[in-house]
């Protein structure tokens, strides 16, 4: 199939993923965006009713769903609604890819992990979420899996972008407010940009195209995260030493401190660093360390390109 025949659906709204997904998936097809408050394509995943609709009108040949319920510690006093939309709709997306003929691409996270393994994360490690947000997460992994589509699960972790709520944006700006940041040292992980996995994504489905075969041979889970690994406080330390070469800050320090210094409504894993290697094998494809996404999305912030 052509670049112009192919039609792919990208759910997330003005998400950091979703935007970043719009601009790499271009290349691939036409891509058309769903979402909240689109006056053409709109689809509200907690109400479950507004999926298929979308799916039949649109009629996509593939269906990438960037959209999800992130805020990890109001989860746990909303529950039902982070269910809705992250464990439930996803099934009925995957349905609704079957009926229509389409495949799906499927976002997870590391938080579906209680990071307690001591190395990095298998894709068929045994997952045991510590709060709401990872179990809604593991539970839309699962009604994926259930619906009879052809699917790539991506597990990734720790996302940041210059766009949308994420921690180096928090930290950009507290930066600029805040004499000391205090910063939890004893949480591991891989600070992964949004473009890196909208890149990567590009990659696979470049890859598998319109070919049924190898869809059905490559589904499955992949973790899909920065190379390298960090703590908060460490990703901190690396923002803050950038942003100050391009401003004055009043911030002085960036502190570490231990998670029970930092209570917060959701428990997060202590480390939840991803094996890669899956996907290197299936696709040779390995993201660039963290460190290379942090400076290269933080020049773009300091030359005010958008
Ligand atoms: N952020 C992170 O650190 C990580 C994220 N992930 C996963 O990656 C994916 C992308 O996350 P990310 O881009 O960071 O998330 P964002 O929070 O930036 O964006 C998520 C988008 O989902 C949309 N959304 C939320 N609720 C609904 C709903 N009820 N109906 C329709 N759309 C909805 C929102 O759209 P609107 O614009 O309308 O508000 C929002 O823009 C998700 O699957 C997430 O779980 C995985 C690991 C780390
Ligand atoms: C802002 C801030 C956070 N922290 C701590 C709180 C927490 O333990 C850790 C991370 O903070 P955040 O709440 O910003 O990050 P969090 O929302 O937990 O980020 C997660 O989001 C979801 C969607 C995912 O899927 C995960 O991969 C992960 O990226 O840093 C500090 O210690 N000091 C600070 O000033
Ligand atoms: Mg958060």
């Not at 994504?201 to 070919?211: H, N, S, V």
């Not at 992949?222 to 330390?237: K, Q």
């Not at 991803?274 to 460190?291: E, H, Q, S």
Request: charged share 25%; proline share 5%.
């Amino acid at each position: 199939m052509s670049a112009e025949a192919r039609r792919i659906l990208v759910l997330g709204g003005a998400g950091q993923l979703a935007w970043e997904l719009r601009r790499s998936l271009a290349s691939l097809g036409q891509v058309i965006a769903a979402g909240r408050r689109s006056a053409t394509h709109a689809v509200d995943l907690e109400h479950p009713e507004t999926i298929l609709p979308l799916v039949e009108a649109v009629r996509p040949d593939w269906i990438v769903n960037a959209a999800a319920y992130t805020a990890v510690d109001r989860a746990e006093q909303e529950p039902e609604r982070a269910r809705a939309v992250n464990g439930v709709a996803p099934g009925l997306l995957a349905e609704a890819a079957g009926r229509v003929g389409a495949q799906l691409v499927h976002y997870s996270t590391d938080y579906v992990f209680d990071g307690r393994a001591g190395r990095p994360y298998l894709e068929d490690d045994p997952a045991y979420p510590l709060g709401v947000y990872g179990a809604s997460k593991l539970d839309g992994e699962a009604a994926v899996a259930r619906a009879g589509c052809d699917w790539l699960i991506l597990r990734t972790a720790w996302l940041y972008g210059a766009r949308g709520g994420n921690f180096m944006r928090t930290l950009r700006r507290l930066a600029r407010e805040r004499a000391e940041l205090r910063v939890v040292a004893d949480q591991v992980g891989a600070p992964t940009w949004a473009r890196h996995v909208a890149e990567a994504t590009a990659q696979m489905l470049a890859r598998l195209g319109d070919d049924r075969a190898a869809w059905h041979r490559h589904c499955g889970v992949y973790h899909l995260s920065a190379a390298g690994e960090t703590t908060w406080h460490g990703f901190a330390e690396a923002i803050v030493a950038h942003q100050r070469r391009h401003e004055e800050l009043p911030c002085r320090a960036v502190t570490a401190i231990a998670t029970a210094d930092y209570p917060t409504p959701a428990r997060r894993p202590a480390c939840s660093l991803l094996d890669n290697g899956k996907l290197a094998r299936a696709f040779g494809i390995r993201l660039p360390d963290w460190r290379v996404g942090l400076a290269q999305v933080q020049e773009e912030l300091d030359a005010g390109e958008e």
